[in-house]
């Protein structure tokens, strides 16, 4: 028998394994790469998209600033929804993409992060100083008195007030609220601030809605301090995300996108690569020896 006959077989090639996800290897192993997930990123935890693979056809809009803020119907609308999809979405944790994005940053191979996100899962991974570019679920604001408090202590306010309600069926929407039918929100109770009875508004930027200047500023201060931008799971059909990858682009900086689908930033992009998140960005993080 030949020695070639009792040499040991390769190892089988993962199935994540391509010129492109080797590109995103190099372009990693630069270091000083800034991320900016979407909600691509989180549909892996069970969180519904928009406009992904998950999302692209889902029915509904969100609400808007304009109609939260204008009418105490829309008030009642948006928190029954919401005090309903509340436990599946607070339940949610990290998945395989937020732990290798964690990773890439304590190796050094990521410097910041930013996220369209408002589930906090970035943070739940151990990315305590991620940018929420939209906030952040866990927290509630006083539109009257600014006060901000825990979206918890605003649960349990909600289900006092509501008892029973949460009996209730109802499919899990993205941002964390649920669909319900008319009469079935017709009977919910508002809490107010518990400091001046005002407005309660969870502490995330709706649509209709800016975010705020020196958020962006520092976002901006980020991306111009980096080597790269790397865009996860981001259609980018918002321009608060966009303007970042418009950004990079005028300053010559390479852009790559993992998204499953198209996106708005494609003719800006080096690369693109069109692959599930978790184990994409996992291989990732093993060809670059951080797993």
């Not at 991620?130 to 509630?140: D, Q, S, T």
């Not at 303007?243 to 682009?249: K, L």
Request: proline share 6%; aromatic share 4%.
């Amino acid at each position: 028998m030949d020695a070639s006959e009792t040499t040991a077989p390769e190892a089988p090639e993962s199935p994540f394994s391509s010129a492109g996800l080797a590109e995103l290897v190099r372009l990693l192993d630069r270091r000083g790469a800034v991320v900016l997930s979407g909600a691509g990123l989180s549909t892996e935890s069970g969180i519904p998209d928009y406009r992904g693979a998950t999302g692209r056809h889902r029915a509904g809009t969100p609400m808007t600033y304009q109609e939260f803020t204008g009418s105490e119907a829309a008030r009642r609308r948006y928190w029954a929804r919401s005090h309903t999809g509340w436990p599946a979405f607070a339940r949610a944790r990290p998945n395989a993409g937020h732990r290798a994005v964690e990773r890439l940053r304590t190796s050094g191979h990521v410097t910041a992060v930013i996220t369209q996100n408002v589930d906090g899962l970035h943070r739940a991974a151990g990315t305590r100083e991620a940018v929420e570019l939209h906030g952040g679920l866990h927290r509630v604001i006083c539109l009257d008195c600014r006060r901000t408090s825990s979206r918890a202590e605003l649960d349990q306010r909600l289900d006092e007030l509501n008892q029973g309600f949460r009996h209730l069926e109802a499919e899990l929407r993205p941002d964390g609220d649920a669909q319900l039918a008319p009469e079935q929100v017709a009977g919910f109770r508002v809490a107010p601030c518990a400091d001046c009875g005002g407005v309660l508004k969870p502490d995330v930027v709706f649509f209709g809605e800016n975010v705020p200047v020196p958020r962006v500023e520092h976002c901006y201060e980020l991306v111009d301090a980096a080597r790269s931008l790397v865009v996860l799971g981001s259609s980018l059909t918002v321009l608060s995300g966009l303007r970042f990858v418009r950004r990079a682009a005028r300053a010559n900086l390479p852009v790559a996108i993992v998204n499953q689908g198209p996106t708005r930033a494609d003719n800006l992009a080096a690369l693109h690569l069109d692959l599930p998140l978790g184990p994409a960005m996992t291989e990732a993080t093993r060809l670059l020896h951080t797993a």
